[in-house]
């Protein structure tokens, strides 16, 4: 197995699951602050120093498709391109290390940031569905 030819094919891989690590991490922490706070409701808890909630999100939801779009074009290139078992072995690893990234993000935006969003876009559409009755 030649390491050098697989390091020029998934560099962009490995510095995809770096960087989406260090954000988990990051998240976590994040996290655990949030749930330390006694916020009264949700919007409160979005508002938290300068919206950072907000911009975590944003970035979760950009890494979320980025990982997807890594493990589409993986597949793809697995049905079309792929002729040596080591090219499929490396690609089934990085498809299941990327599938592994996207569950921990979801997970770690899951609570409480995803719940304060869903529960914000919930009272905002209840409040324009009785204004627009």
Known sequence: MNVEKYLKKLWYKIVYLVIANVYIHSLGNLNEELL??????????????????????????ALFIIGCCLVYHEIKKMQREYEYI????????????????????????????????????????????????
């Open 36 to 61: 330390r706070q006694n916020f009264s409701t949700p919007f409160e808890l979005l508002e938290y120093k300068n919206y950072i909630a907000v911009k975590y999100f944003v970035v979760a939801i």
């Open 86 to 133: 080591d090219d499929m072995i490396i690609a089934v690893v990085t498809i299941a290390l990327v599938a592994v990234t996207l569950l921990n993000i979801f997970v770690a935006i899951n609570n409480p940031i995803l719940r304060a969003i869903l529960a914000c876009i919930i009272v905002v559409y209840v409040g324009i569905e009785m204004l627009g009755n």
